[in-house]
């Protein structure tokens, strides 16, 4: 008999579906679910306290078999508050805590490879509008990148963003405020990236490299197509989804290395004057 998963995704449903990423994750870890009957309960709720409120009752009505937790932050609370409760689960990223199994992609990597080819390029000045800085990823993102800043003798400038198209054009006016303003941009999603763009675009303000670490249809759409940090999040998807069978299985937990991630040059990433 087919049992459900739960995944609940916090910070409100108008930018929650806006986020390609999301919608192909959760089609990955369905195909994989499928042939067990299984399928993903999805929650968008407000805050923490309400996410937790739903593990609580999602255990105590017997809702959901076990859940997905996502979007890992530092001294991330949810894991043990899991374990507590007797809710098993799957990480996505990144976690000190060893109960539960582990999906793990290198955004570090992915990140330092990124910064790189844009130096190639000749860039000297590169900003970046990150994710929240309490997420894990995020962190691993800007230890990256400052690695590779001092590493080549590049500058750095770096925006905090929510993943928001809003704050994606915060983030590109900032850093065109900035002394000296970048000659390229990396954002930490594509919904910031394209933004950011139409952002330049109504400004009339051109020649700024720009490469999101979400690849996703949006990009392709965007005019000219983004440049992008390219992971099969389909695929992502399917590897949460077999970690999710080990877990209905009754198997250890254990890490499942995620996708790999390739840089994807398309129209955005261009020469710089160094």
């Not at 609940?8 to 994750?25: I, K, S």
């Not at 905090?160 to 999603?189: H, K, W």
């Amino acid at each position: 008999m087919g049992r459900l998963i739960g995944l609940v995704l916090t910070g409100g449903a108008a930018r929650v579906g806006v986020e390609p990423f999301f919608m192909e994750l959760i089609a990955g870890v369905e195909e994989a679910l499928a042939p067990r009957g299984s399928t993903v309960l999805l929650l968008v709720v407000p805050d923490l306290a309400a996410e937790l409120e739903a593990y609580r009752r999602w255990r105590a009505d017997h809702t959901v078999a076990a859940v997905v937790v996502v979007n890992l932050v530092h001294d991330d609370g949810r894991p043990a508050f899991l374990e507590k409760i007797g809710l098993p689960a799957v990480l996505a990223g990144r976690s000190a805590h060893a109960g539960f199994p582990r999906v793990l992609t290198d955004d570090a990597a992915a990140m330092a490879a990124a910064v790189e080819s844009l130096i190639e390029r000749g860039h000297r000045t590169i900003g970046r509008v990150s994710g929240p800085a309490t997420l894990v990823h995020t962190a691993e993102r800007s230890a990256a990148i400052s690695a590779a800043a001092q590493t080549h003798g590049v500058r750095i400038t770096e925006v905090e963003g929510d993943y928001g198209a809003e704050s994606g054009v915060a983030g590109i006016r900032a850093l065109l405020a900035a002394d000296p303003a970048p000659t390229a941009v990396v954002f930490d999603n594509d919904v910031m990236a394209v933004a950011a763009q139409q952002e330049l675009t109504r400004a009339g303000v051109s020649g700024i490299s720009l490469l999101a670490c979400d690849d996703s249809a949006l990009c392709e759409l965007a005019t000219p197509p983004l440049s992008a940090l390219a992971k099969n999040v389909h695929e992502h998807g399917l590897i949460l989804g077999e970690a999710m069978l080990s877990v209905l299985s009754g198997e250890p937990p254990r890490d499942f290395p995620g996708p790999e991630i390739r840089i994807r040059h398309r129209a955005t990433t261009l020469s710089g004057p160094g």
